[in-house]
């Protein structure tokens, strides 16, 4: 089993910049892609951006794309999302997910994806 926790949410003028870290413990060897999704009031979870064990494969949604960077430190058994240039249209509850599993000819953009996940992160962009 793998626990995920999030932290770094907040409020944040649009324009802005937030850091989210999801922190894993447990059986951490099975985070072989680890991913962020976002849901905002009233609509469905979607996927956001994803990067697998050694950093060197990610994949943004085009609605974030250039704005946000994914990144992961493995020594410390946690991801990140830099976020930069928010806008309020940004403002959802950030999950991060881990799948044990890493098929490079996956896009890993489904809930279905993902084994593990974290209870969120609120993140508001006021504009």
């Known amino acids: 089993q793998v626990q995920l926790l999030e932290s770094g949410g907040g409020l944040v003028q649009a324009g802005g910049s937030l850091r989210l870290s999801c922190a894993a413990s447990?059986?951490?060897?099975?985070?072989?892609?680890m991913g962020w999704f976002r849901q905002a009031p009233g609509k469905e979870r979607e996927f956001v951006t994803r990067?697998?064990?050694?950093?060197?494969?990610?994949y943004y949604a085009d609605s974030v794309k250039g704005r946000f960077t994914i990144s992961r430190d493995n020594a410390k058994n946690t991801l990140y999302l830099q976020m930069n240039s928010l806008k309020p249209e940004d403002t959802a509850v950030y999950y991060c997910?881990?799948?044990?599993?890493?098929?490079?000819?996956?896009?890993?953009?489904?809930?279905?994806?993902?084994?593990?996940w974290g209870q969120g992160a609120q993140v508001t962009v006021s504009s």
């Open positions: 997910a881990a799948s044990a599993y890493y098929d490079g000819t996956y896009y890993y953009t489904k809930e279905g994806d993902y084994d593990y």
């Open positions: 447990g059986r951490t060897s099975s985070t072989k892609v």
């Open positions: 990067i697998n064990w050694l950093g060197t494969s990610t």
